[in-house]
C-alpha cells in the first residue's frame, strides 16, 4: 500500500490511529492546520506532517500528491460550538470534504474514510441508533456531517471514488486533552480541581468507545470488503448515562480527589438517549469493542496525570 494522508491526524483519534498504523508496513502523511491537535505528539514518529488546511485547495493538492488512501478526520467538532457558528462548522464540514473528494478523484485515490458521527442520525430517536433510520440531525455538527456522507455516496456513484463513511460514537482515551467532549472535559476539570457541570438530569445517554477499539476497526477498513458510498457506525453498543460516567470516574479517580458536580439546564441541540447497533460494524469489519468501561477511563485517567501541561 502506498502513501495514507490523514487529515486532523495531530489531533486525538489522529495520533492514536498513526501509531497503530505505523505497527505494520504503512507510509503516513499527516494534514493538519494544529488548530486543536499539537505536532509533539507525533514527535519521533516516521511521519510526513504537512501543515496546512482542508478548506485551502492549494494546501489539499499539495497534501495529497502520491496518496493512495485517504483518511479524512479533519473537523470542526463539538455540538455546542456549532449551534454558536454553523457558518464555520460547515466551511470545514463540508467545503473542506469536498475540496478533499474532488482531489481523490483526480489522484485515482483507492479508498477515501470519511469520519462521521452518529449525530448524522440524530433527534430524539429510540435506540439503540442503525445505519437505516431516516437522518434527523439535531444540530449543524450533525448536519454537516450528514452533507459530508451525502457526498461521499454521490462520489462513488458519479466519480467511483470508493468512499465509506465510518459513524463515530462518543470517542475517549489517551491524547483527548483538547477534546471537547465529556469525558476529556471531565477529567481537565478534576486536574484543576474544578467542580463538575452535569447539562440536564445526568440520565441522558451516550455509547462510548476507546480509542483504541475504534483504530483497530479503522484499520480493518483499509482492506476489508464493504459497502461503498454508505456508512457504518462503530461504538461499543453499550447505552450509560452521565451520571453512571461520574460514578465510574468517582471510583477511577478516588472519591478523596474527586472535586463533585452539579447540575445546570440542558443545552440545546444535544439528544436524551444515544447508543448504536453494531450488526453491520460485525457483518463487514469482524467488530467487537474489548476495552472494559471501568478499565478504559482508568487507561485514560492515568494518561491525564502523567501529562505536565494541555
Known amino acids: 500500500m502506498g502513501v495514507i494522508l490523514i487529515t486532523g491526524g495531530a489531533g486525538f483519534i489522529g495520533v492514536n490511529l498513526a501509531r497503530q498504523l505505523l505497527a505494520g508496513p504503512h507510509r503516513l502523511r499527516i494534514l493538519d492546520n494544529f488548530s486543536s491537535g499539537r505536532p509533539q505528539d507525533l514527535k519521533g514518529l516516521p511521519v510526513d506532517l504537512l501543515e496546512g488546511d482542508i478548506r485551502h485547495p492549494s494546501d489539499v493538492a499539495r497534501a495529497m500528491d502520491g496518496v493512495q488512501v485517504v483518511i479524512h478526520l479533519a473537523a470542526h467538532t463539538g455540538v455546542v460550538e456549532s449551534v454558536i457558528n454553523p457558518q464555520d462548522n460547515m466551511a470545514v464540514n463540508v467545503m473542506g470534504t469536498l475540496n478533499l473528494l474532488q482531489a481523490a478523484v483526480e489522484r485515482k485515490v483507492q479508498r477515501f474514510i470519511f469520519a462521521s458521527t452518529g449525530g448524522a442520525i440524530g433527534g430524539n430517536v429510540i435506540p439503540p441508533v442503525h445505519e437505516d433510520m431516516p437522518p434527523r440531525p439535531a444540530s449543524p455538527y450533525g448536519a454537516s456531517k450528514l452533507a459530508g456522507e451525502g457526498y461521499c455516496s454521490a462520489f ?139 478499565d478504559g477511563l482508568n487507561q485514560t485517567w492515568e494518561w491525564f496525570k502523567n501529562q505536565k501541561r494541555f
Open 156 to 294: 462513488w456513484g458519479s466519480y467511483g471514488l470508493p468512499t465509506i463513511s465510518l459513524r463515530f460514537s462518543n470517542v475517549y482515551g489517551p491524547y483527548s486533552y483538547r477534546k471537547g467532549s465529556v469525558i476529556a472535559k471531565f477529567f481537565r476539570q478534576i486536574m484543576g480541581e474544578e467542580e463538575l457541570t452535569i447539562y440536564g438530569d445526568g440520565e441522558q445517554t451516550r455509547d462510548f468507545l476507546y480509542v483504541s477499539d475504534l483504530c483497530k476497526a479503522m484499520v480493518t477498513v483499509l482492506t476489508a470488503d464493504l459497502p461503498l458510498g454508505q456508512a457504518i457506525q462503530l461504538g461499543s453498543g453499550k447505552e450509560t448515562s452521565i451520571n453512571h460516567l461520574v460514578s465510574v470516574m468517582q471510583t477511577v479517580v478516588g472519591e478523596e480527589n474527586f472535586p463533585g458536580w452539579k447540575y445546570a439546564p440542558a443545552h440545546p441541540g444535544e439528544v436524551q438517549r444515544n447508543y448504536v447497533a453494531l450488526d453491520r460494524a460485525k457483518k463487514y469489519l469482524h467488530f467487537s469493542p474489548t476495552m472494559d468501561f471501568h
